[in-house]
């Protein structure tokens, strides 16, 4: 399957942005569908994950009261909103397709072109 993320930007801190995280290929709703950021310096980190058919949802800890996963399997399509944004949350932001739940960037099969959100304070 191939990914294909958009939707960052900049924004002012306190703001809101909805990532989308297309998808082409093979079946879309055969994968888990996570997203991860990686800020400069920084190693890459688990944000969100869905489950196939978008029941079970999984954030980091310190995201869960800010960020939303989805994902539209008619339009082939994942989402992260992002709200109260913060200065910290700047990163460029990955979404990746894997078997299984997991919060490993190694567990993932398939990677997306990043698209960077950039938080001004």
Known sequence: VQLQASGGGLVQAGGSLRLSCAASGRAFNQYVLSWFRQAPGKEREFVAGISLGGTYTDYADSLKD????????????????????????????????????????????????????????
């Not at 910290?88 to 299984?100: H, K, M």
Request: glycine share 6%.
């Open 66 to 121: 800010r960020f939303t996963i989805s994902r539209d399997n008619a339009k082939n399509t994942g989402y992260l909103e992002m709200s109260s944004l913060k200065p910290e949350d700047t990163a460029v932001y990955y979404c990746a397709a894997s078997l299984s739940n997991s919060r490993s960037p190694t567990n993932m099969r398939y990677w997306g072109t990043g698209t960077l959100v950039t938080v001004s304070s």
